[in-house]
């Protein structure tokens, strides 16, 4: 049983390109995030939602959308893709209380624009 | 300026040998700090987790320490083993935040 996923695991797509990345939790937490790891492998926050309500909007370029239909899934759009979107990222997920607020990743997804 | 920094970057020490991992960071409202590991081309994998209420954590051969005074944490590591080898991440957060991770020490553990 698979805490957290995330589909597709590898993209790879030209620039210019419209793509999305689907992420779900079967944890019950209320909130989930998105985060970038980059070339020089530092993981960095992109967004937080907390019952399908934003909380956390980094300086990320408006390009990339986070979508929470639900509170178990929080997907990643990405508008005109760039070279510098390669990345890997990662969808992760937390708890109420304090104890559940240990963060759970997901396998990541592994962009690549060329 | 919220930042989390772990020395030494990268590691080698042969298979048996005790070691420890360093992280420190510079905000004294930590919450929660959370120990990860990291294998090539994978996903996190959660170690331990300390509350701030919390000195230390242990499972395994893995003993996590934490001293908001100092902004230090410590992961030490038992018995090194080959299959050991893999980048360690520290980050912490406050309440219900999103983790502010340091840049991780890479280990290699020869046999």
């Known amino acids: 049983d698979t805490a957290v996923s995330q589909t597709p695991k590898y993209l790879v797509t030209q620039m210019g390109n419209d793509k999305s990345i689907k992420c779900e939790q079967n944890l019950g937490h209320d909130t989930m995030y998105w985060y970038k790891q980059d070339s020089k492998k530092f993981l960095k926050i992109m967004f937080s939602y907390n019952n399908k309500e934003l909380i956390i909007n980094e300086t990320v370029p408006n390009r990339f959308s986070p979508k929470s239909p639900d509170k178990a899934h929080l997907n990643l759009h990405i508008n005109s893709l760039e070279l510098g979107d390669s990345a890997v990222y990662f969808c992760a997920s937390s708890g109420r209380d304090r104890a559940s607020y240990e963060q759970y990743f997901g396998p990541g997804t592994r962009l690549t624009v060329t | ?111």
Do not use: H, M
């Not at chain 2, 300026?1 to 905000?27: H, R, W, Y």
């Open chain 2, 1 to 111: 300026k919220q930042e989390v920094t772990q020395i030494p970057a990268a590691l080698s020490v042969p298979e048996g040998e005790n070691l420890v991992l360093n992280c420190s960071f510079t905000d004294s409202a930590i919450y929660n700090l959370q120990w990860f590991r990291q294998d090539p081309g994978k996903g996190l994998t959660s170690l331990l987790l300390i509350q701030s209420s919390q000195r230390e954590q242990t499972s395994g051969r893995l003993n996590a320490s934490l001293d908001k005074s100092s902004g230090r944490s410590t992961l030490y590591i038992a018995a090194s083993q080959p299959g050991d080898s893999a980048t360690y991440l520290c980050a912490y957060n406050q309440a219900g935040t999103a983790l502010i991770f340091g840049k991780g020490t890479t280990l290699s553990v020869s046999s």
